[in-house]
């Protein structure tokens, strides 16, 4: 299967602003990409890239003063199968995790996970280890958080994230990596477009989604607390601790979003 992935964004900005931009596919899934995801910028700008700490590719610009457009529109080929489920990956004892995968045990901006440690233990130390303890995680965030983008908040954290009870899918995804970090289960900040084949119309429109993976029987594994149910078209952007590490643009200087668009469509195909 063939996705239409892309977005707009419309700015307005009263003074050149230095910006960064994390909008590629992920390096994992490039070779899935029919044509280049190149960034187009209007008006035409330089775009230098680099890789951050994490292994995403970032692109750094200066947009002129005034209007600025940002967008890409391509195509990514996409096995059409829902999220991979792996019920017997087990937790690993942190003395035998591999270094890499000890920062994701750490309280973060968003993931303060040392603030409901305690609640954490209380909530789920009884119950299995591994697959099923991460499972348990995600079934009580999607209860208990109650979704609306007039919810959003982009300075909530995992703790007030379960005190407000409402957010988006970023708060879900957050409240879901605080509880298994403060259970000894590494766990990282996923972004990316998710699109909504196999699922009930009229959709919603286009937006960026929030998921995480767990390292659990020596592997990473994908857990979606927003939906909790498994997906088709979920195509990576950027990982990292929390949203903080992967945000779409990071502007320096004063702005104004004037439009945000985003799709994953799929492209039916005659033969």
Sequence with gaps: MKLRVGYELQYELPQPTPMILMLNVHYSRSGDLVAPDNIVVSPAVAIEGYRDGFGNWCSRIVAPAGSVRITTDTVVRDSGAPDPSAPRAAQIPVENLPEDALVFLL?????????????????????????GRVQDICDFVHRHIEFGYHNARVTRSASEAYDDRVGVCRDYAHLAIAFCRALNIPARYCTGYLSDIGTPEPYPPGDFAA??????????HMFDPRNNTPRQGRVLIARGRDAADVAITTTFGPNVLKNFRVWTDEIHEIH
């Design 107 to 131: 309280a973060s901006r968003f993931c303060d996970s040392d603030r409901i440690l305690d609640l954490a233990w209380k909530l789920f130390g009884q119950k299995a280890t591994g697959w």
């Design 211 to 220: 998921w995480f993976e767990v390292f659990l029987g020596g592997e990473w």
